[in-house]
């Protein structure tokens, strides 16, 4: 069992910058593959990016290619995702999420452990 906990949310402007963090509780976090998706009112909850449990591996999303990176500490349960160059249309409820998959995945039916969600507010 994996217990997520998101935080590092908040209202920012269009041009900023964020670091979220998920805190994971569980001795097999480090064998997790960890995503973070958003969604928004309305749509779909959306794939952003997804590590592998070493850290080797990594895939974004084409809408955040470029602008935020996500890492992962094993030593400290934590899966971080650095937000650069945020835009109004980053606004959205951030998850994080942590898979039993080996390897990378981009859909959150695949994915086992949900955190709360920390929310983003990007002003124009």
């Known amino acids: 069992q994996v217990q997520l906990v998101e935080s590092g949310g908040g209202l920012v402007q269009a041009g900023d910058s964020l670091r979220l963090s998920c805190a994971a509780s569980?001795?097999?976090?480090?064998?997790?593959?960890m995503g973070w998706f958003r969604r928004t009112p309305g749509k779909e909850r959306e794939f952003v990016s997804a590590?592998?449990?070493?850290?080797?591996?990594?895939y974004n999303a084409d809408s955040v290619k470029g602008r935020f990176t996500i890492s992962r500490d094993n030593a400290k349960n934590t899966v971080y995702l650095q937000m650069n160059s945020l835009k109004p249309e980053d606004t959205a409820v951030y998850y994080c999420?942590?898979?039993?998959?080996?390897?990378?995945?981009?859909?959150?039916?695949?994915?086992?452990?949900w955190g709360q969600g920390t929310q983003v507010p990007v002003s124009s």
């Open positions: 999420a942590a898979s039993r998959e080996t390897i990378v995945r981009t859909h959150s039916y695949e994915y086992d452990y």
């Open positions: 569980g001795r097999t976090f480090s064998r997790h593959v």
């Open positions: 590590i592998n449990w070493s850290g080797t591996y990594i």
